[in-house]
């Protein structure tokens, strides 16, 4: 087995990446004036040893780092930065290669324990050896092979800080003489007659003062990867005192990071976020002064809102407002930003969005088929041939037969290479081209000479993704079994993404990979049990759609980004309602799940043109919310109501709901779950939810923040919201939450009391609220002059008993079926006077919720039919008095009592308790103290509990907290012989549950 297979030793390196700055001469000259006076100096070396070197030295400096005139050098003496990072284990590295895959480059330079490193220090000695081993992997085009020239470079001019080799080898294992090597010699490309001796005082050194950068693990095959001359002396099977650098594409490098031997990890990303915007405005803004101004200002508004949405800037240079226009379009454009962070790839989008005027073509496709058009006319324009003018090519197809044909025989070389992995290409492999193709490849490739052979390249991969994926859409005569064969190739995946946008997926064989048979991307919740859901459903249609976050869990499935971006590059409406089809019960789940602003995008595109009645939408845009939704929006941009959703569950601010609420999709809503994170715009909000035709369920959870009272304008959206509350004849049921500025929330319930009071409709009325101290008279209208209202549950405050005088005498019409009163900063006595002069008034609950003791015989007296009660008892007496109601009732189904103080627990009680258990065969949930922070059973009265459980054969549902002592082992063994009982929620000191 190669050791390369080998299981990998822990080492202790640890993450950090590598900032370059701009590049010129005389920065790489100022880098060798001070070199550290402790290097570590090899040996005295052999003068033929010393003469090659010295030649190789004068090579590798006058090769240059960066080499490329077009697509234009982006930045004013700016080639790029290259970022490196250290990783210890494959986690890091899997989350890595998925920032880096969804264009989240800085977030790869803030995993645990990154630090900022500088090029020099890729070759720092570890604590335990001078020989390295380390592996520099990225994606395509990143600059593996810059940094690799940047090392040489630094090498040549003796700018290595932390160890002097005696020569450095660059050995690119595209070429197949390297590759193939069976000794030290044929890894020299460069031969003369010293090399015989210089590998053989090497190999006597076992390496010791040598340097190897193998470029490319990734062009070698499998076999290579295992039995090479290469994969010995990584592996320090030879040479094992040489020093050795390998680089790689990311999806080939799993391999080395397994070896014994690696001292090192180093991953190089591109620019960074912020390095985008500054490379956007220098090579735009053309004065240098504004041009630093305007990254100033970016770079401060990044700083406050972290993110530069829509940012807008105070400069009036139209230069100025398109670079701000480009990076704002590229925050919603994250497949193009994500690809940014390569150099050259940078440069593309700036230039076609100059010629685009200002623009963003819809797609990557159309992006890239406008580059090529650019590049072509360039190419006609610089070399004047068949009388063509440039300015006459407006697209590639068609093209004139003297363009046509080169570009055919172009995209056919980038198919038939990219198949088999092959991105660099020697002059014999072009052999076969026209000689109109090998004038100069249309200006989409690049010659470079790798010591004696000249080599040729596309300018970018993407760049023979893209003639590829031409090749395939427009000349292969099966391009649908060409896009099958490589569906799963995540090496074709750019590839089939531009054949998606070039073909727009319209054969119907196209429809196989997104029917997904009932894909299930439904809301996961914690189920409802017992008492909790029968408590529920008498104040919520839909008692699992509860107002907090804990209750959920993520979706079975994962979202099919791939699918959406695919749909999105091809705007193929039919696929998109086959996706929208292929989603069980048509409720989508975003909860939990991170989106990049494109992936959003896509959503939208994708849900607005489904035409789909959509059952169920929650979307959870996260932190910043702004931006996504503000996308998603966009995407709903249509004016057909084909396309409509029936529930949804969103978080935002009020502004982007507000344009939310105006997109077509929302027309003939009927449930809406909604919560603003602040006050304004909530009246003209829930004005736009109630003039919605089939709006039953409101739910709404809202900061209201200290707009002032005396405006008019304000004011009168309350009073209009108060008369559409009235007027609405659809709205069944209200849920109003809301919290922060006491006055004005006052203000908000009193307004919708007044508006549910003469409501005809509405049958069930939550009011959450900690300040409702003003509006007691309001209810005690809502109580008397609305007769719709069932159920009615209001959490409420009032610090001044004289604010319930006004209660004194209350009459309910309501014909109400439940009631939950609950408290917070309320006094005892308070709390127990407001119980005291609304519940006598009040007949025939089937559900009651109580903040305070009651009298038990009143409770039965006045709801002989109660099925649910939670109740708290203060005193022996009235849990004896509860208790014995119980025994002969055969109504009531579920039970809560909470008990806060011990002297409750008499033998008597337990005695009571034990009797209710006994003789009631009809209750089925019965919760004793099962609240939070509630204390345990006595352990004198748990085996009451346990005597009576044992001969109840009704209970279902037992939630009860009991210490852990003896009796419990008897209580446990009671439960685990009751078949009766569904759910056991039984909570010790140790919290078991």
């Not at 079994?481 to 946008?501: I, Q, S, T, Y």
Request: charged share 20%; net charge neutral; hydrophobic share 35%.
């Amino acid at each position: 087995m190669s050791c390369i297979d080998k299981p990998t030793t822990s080492y202790t390196n640890r993450y950090c990446y590598l900032y370059i700055t701009p590049v010129s001469d005389q920065y790489l000259n100022t880098l060798g004036q001070s070199i550290s006076d402790n290097l570590t100096s090899i040996s005295s070396i052999h003068d033929d040893v010393q003469r090659y070197a010295d030649n190789m030295r004068q090579h590798y400096k006058h090769q240059p780092i960066v080499a490329t005139d077009w697509p234009p050098r982006i930045g004013k003496d700016f080639f790029g930065r290259l970022a490196l990072v250290e990783k210890q284990d494959s986690s890091t590295q899997a989350e890595s290669a998925w920032h880096l895959l969804r264009g989240q480059v800085d977030k790869i330079v803030k995993l645990t324990e990154n630090k900022e490193i500088s090029v020099e220090d890729v070759l720092q000695p570890t604590d335990s050896s001078l020989s390295l081993r380390v592996v520099i992997d990225g994606p395509p085009g990143i600059g593996k092979t810059t940094l690799c020239r940047k090392l040489l470079n630094m090498w040549s001019n003796g700018t290595l800080v932390h160890q002097q080799y005696d020569l450095v080898l660059y050995c690119p294992l595209r070429n197949s003489k390297i590759a193939t090597a069976t000794t030290l010699a044929d890894l020299f490309a460069h031969q003369c007659h010293e090399v015989p001796m210089v590998t053989e005082w090497f190999e006597k050194r076992n390496g010791e003062g040598l340097l190897i950068i193998f470029d490319g693990w990734d062009e070698l095959s499998e076999q290579l990867r295992q039995s090479s001359l290469a994969a010995i002396i990584i592996c320090k099977e030879k040479l094992d005192q040489c020093s050795v650098i390998v680089t790689s594409r990311s999806y080939a490098s799993s391999s080395l990071l397994k070896m014994d031997t690696l001292s090192r990890h180093v991953q190089v990303i591109g620019f960074s976020k912020e390095e985008i915007s500054t490379v956007i405005i220098q090579t735009l803004q053309k004065d240098a002064k504004l041009a630093q101004e305007l990254i100033a200002e970016v770079k401060n508004f990044t700083i406050i809102w972290k993110v530069p949405s829509n940012y807008q800037t105070a400069q009036s240079s139209k230069d100025s407002q398109l670079a701000v226009k480009l990076i704002n379009d590229l925050e919603v454009r994250n497949d193009v930003q994500s690809l940014c962070y390569v150099p050259l790839v940078c440069s593309i989008v700036i230039l076609v969005y100059c010629k685009e005027r200002g623009h963003l073509p819809t797609t990557l496709t159309q992006l890239y088929e406008n580059f090529i058009l650019q590049t072509i006319r360039r190419h006609v324009d610089i070399k004047p041939r068949h009388d063509i003018d440039p300015y006459t090519l407006g697209s590639l197809s068609p093209l004139p037969s003297q363009l046509a044909k080169p570009l055919q025989e172009m995209c056919q070389l980038a198919y038939t290479n990219l198949a088999n992995t092959r991105m660099t290409f020697s002059s014999h492999q072009l052999q076969s081209l026209s000689e109109a193709v090998k004038e100069d490849y249309l200006g989409l490739m690049t010659a470079f000479t790798e010591y004696d052979e000249k080599k040729y390249q596309f300018l970018h991969l993407t760049i023979q993704e893209f003639l590829a994926a031409w090749w395939i859409a427009k000349h292969e005569k099966k391009t649908e079994e060409v896009f099958k064969d490589h569906f799963n190739d995540d090496h074709f995946r750019m590839c089939l993404r531009f054949v998606a946008g070039l073909t727009h997926l319209e054969h119907e064989s196209y429809q196989q990979y997104f029917n997904k048979q009932q894909l299930d991307l439904q809301c996961k919740r914690e189920p409802l049990f017992g008492f909790e859901a029968c408590r529920i459903s008498y104040f919520h249609q839909y008692p699992e759609i509860k107002q907090k976050i804990f209750n959920h869990m993520r979706c079975d499935d994962e979202i099919p980004i791939l699918l959406l971006q695919l749909l999105y590059e091809s705007q193929n409406t039919t696929l998109c309602q086959v996706l929208a089809q292929s989603i069980n019960n048509h409720s989508l789940c975003l909860y939990g799940v991170s989106l990049s602003l494109f992936d959003w995008l896509c959503l939208g595109y994708c849900i607005n043109t489904s035409s789909k009645t959509w059952n169920h939408l929650h979307l959870d845009p996260g932190t910043p919310s702004n931006q996504s939704l503000s996308v998603f929006t966009a995407g709903l941009t249509n004016n057909s109501l084909k396309t409509q959703c029936k529930r949804l569950e969103v978080v935002c601010e009020p502004i982007l709901f507000h344009k939310l609420l105006q997109s077509s999709p929302l027309y003939n809503i009927q449930e809406c779950y909604c919560g603003f994170r602040s006050g304004q715009y909530v009246p003209t909000i829930l004005l736009q939810f109630l003039k919605f035709p089939q709006l039953r369920i409101l739910h709404l959870l809202v900061y209201l923040s200290s707009e002032p009272v005396d405006n008019t304008n304000y004011m009168e959206k309350y009073a209009e919201l108060e008369k559409c509350i009235e007027m609405n004849s659809t709205l069944q049921e209200m849920r109003i939450e809301p919290y922060g500025m006491k006055e004005m929330s006052t203000i908000f319930c009193i307004h919708v009391i007044r508006g549910v009071t003469r409501n005809k409709t509405i049958t069930s009325l939550t009011l959450n609220n900690d300040s409702l101290t003003h509006s007691f008279s309001h209810n005690k209208r809502l109580n008397q002059d609305n007769n719709t209202l069932q159920a009615l549950s209001l959490h409420i405050d009032v610090p001044y008993a004289l604010k319930l005088s006004s209660l004194n005498k209350v009459e309910v019409n309501a014909p109400l079926t439940a009631l939950r009163l609950e408290r917070e900063n309320l006094s005892m006595m308070n709390s127990k006077l407001m119980t005291s002069l609304l519940l006598p008034h009040i007949k025939g609950l089937h559900c009651l919720i109580l903040p305070e003791p009651y009298p038990p015989h009143l409770l039965f007296l006045s709801h002989p039919s109660l099925h649910i009660l939670t109740l708290p008892l203060d005193t022996a007496e009235s849990a004896i008095e509860l208790f014995a109601s119980l025994k002969t009732n055969t109504t009531l189904k579920a039970l809560s009592v909470e008990i806060k103080e011990e002297r409750v627990y008499t033998s008597s009680m337990g005695t009571s308790l034990q009797d209710m258990l006994t003789q009631n065969q009809t209750l089925k949930y019965l919760g004793i103290n099962d609240k939070c922070n509630m204390k345990n059973i006595p352990s004198s009265c748990l085996s009451f509990l346990t005597t009576g459980f044992r001969h109840n054969t009704s209970l279902q549902q037992l939630s009860v907290s009991i210490p852990l002592n003896e009796e419990m082992r008897t209580f446990i063994d009671v439960i685990s012989q009751k078949n009766n009982l569904t759910d056991q929620n039984s909570s010790s000191k140790l919290c078991l549950l």
